[in-house]
């Protein structure tokens, strides 16, 4: 005679075990399937040129969130799990462009990849903020000269 397993009453409709190996067996599976989940799926767009900053923030939180930083951060520990390092790889691989995975496919640690990551984008945002600061200097320095016509200020100010 089979006994029947009680079904859980969460959406996902897990089987519920009931003796108290099957049940701490049971809540370890369904902790690395959320984080097997959250992984798949990402609520933030890919890696871009122009979005590193904003990406890295959420890519610190996600992998904080699942216990995977330390093998981003490593120091803060210097030796890290397995399981930990290959879940910062899968997470960070998901966020990236095809062509981006390419370019990082070569890198063994979630620490190689994600200095890979910053220093293929922050020298671009470094460039990026320069150009700004120096086109808000020349338009700090735009001023109408006392001869000039509105005409050929407006003509200074749009080429």
Not at 99 to 126: C, D, F, Q, Y
Request: glycine residues 4%; hydrophobic residues 45%; charged residues 25%.
């Amino acid at each position: 005679m089979t006994k029947a397993m009680p079904r859980d009453s969460s959406a996902s409709g897990a089987l519920v075990p009931s003796d108290s190996a099957a049940t701490a067996a049971a809540a370890t599976a369904a902790a690395a399937t959320a984080v097997t989940t959250a992984a798949g799926k990402l609520p933030f767009r890919l890696l871009t040129r122009t979005n590193y900053a904003a990406w890295a923030m959420r890519m610190k939180y996600l992998l904080r969130a699942n216990g995977a930083w330390g093998a981003v951060d490593r120091e803060a520990s210097s030796e890290v799990d397995k399981g930990k390092e290959e879940m910062a790889m899968t997470i960070i691989s998901q966020s990236i462009d095809d062509s981006t995975l390419l370019r990082v496919a070569e890198k063994e640690t979630a620490a190689e990849l994600w200095a890979a990551l910053r220093s293929m984008h922050v020298g671009v945002e470094r460039v990026r903020e320069a150009r700004v600061q120096s086109l808000r200097s020349e338009f700090d320095d735009l001023k109408m000269g006392d001869a000039e016509f509105v005409d050929d200020f407006a003509a200074r100010f749009t080429t």
